[in-house]
């Protein structure tokens, strides 16, 4: 595996070796002991998968709120999508910066994304899959988010917004009055 952090701290990239033969491919895409080398969270206390049916689908941009802290690490298993990380965490040098990254199937790329970094993505073609690995379970009332559509954070999606959810859709605006941690619903 090749780690390697992105301009967002807490966000890595995680790129495989890949070994190939007439078989195919064969590759590791976690080893705790190379995470934990890197500074990564590396337990694992739930696997979630998330199918979006339409390209241009946005699930995000999502973290747990105190004290819940979430890390995850997102890869795309069918088709493609864009994953964005948004750093809300006030204080740190790279605040209310995003970073995007895109993970397909045939990348075979993941995101590692620190605790109180918002995530989320807009799928790039019809029947794309995600998993997630957290290393805690979802807790609900905890949950934050931001709006996906947000200028002050400037996030250029690649395609027009065909599917988000009403929550998604309904995150508060940031302003200059509400910092960014406190955006929450």
Not at 20 to 44: I, P
Not at 109 to 128: E, N, P
């Amino acid at each position: 595996m090749i780690l390697t952090p992105t301009a967002v701290d807490g966000v890595t990239v995680v790129d495989v070796e890949a070994f190939t033969d007439a078989r195919g491919l064969f590759a590791r895409t976690f080893c705790a002991e190379e995470f934990a080398a890197a500074g990564l969270e590396v337990s694992v206390a739930q696997c979630s998968v998330a199918y979006n049916r339409l390209a241009g689908t946005v699930r995000g941009m999502h973290w747990a709120g105190e004290p819940v802290r979430e890390t995850k690490l997102v890869r795309c298993t069918r088709g493609a999508l864009l994953d964005v990380v948004v750093d809300t965490r006030p204080g740190s040098p790279t605040y209310l910066e995003h970073v995007a990254v895109e993970l397909t199937a045939d990348n075979h790329r993941a995101l590692f994304i620190s605790a109180g970094l918002a995530h989320g993505y807009q799928t790039l073609v019809d029947d794309t899959e995600a998993t997630y690995q957290m290393n805690v379970p979802f807790t609900p009332g905890h949950d934050r988010g931001l709006r996906f559509d947000d200028p002050r954070l400037g996030i250029a999606w690649p395609l027009p917004v065909s599917v988000i959810s009403d929550k998604d859709r309904a995150w508060p605006l940031l302003t200059a009055a509400v910092p960014s941690g406190a955006a929450t619903r």
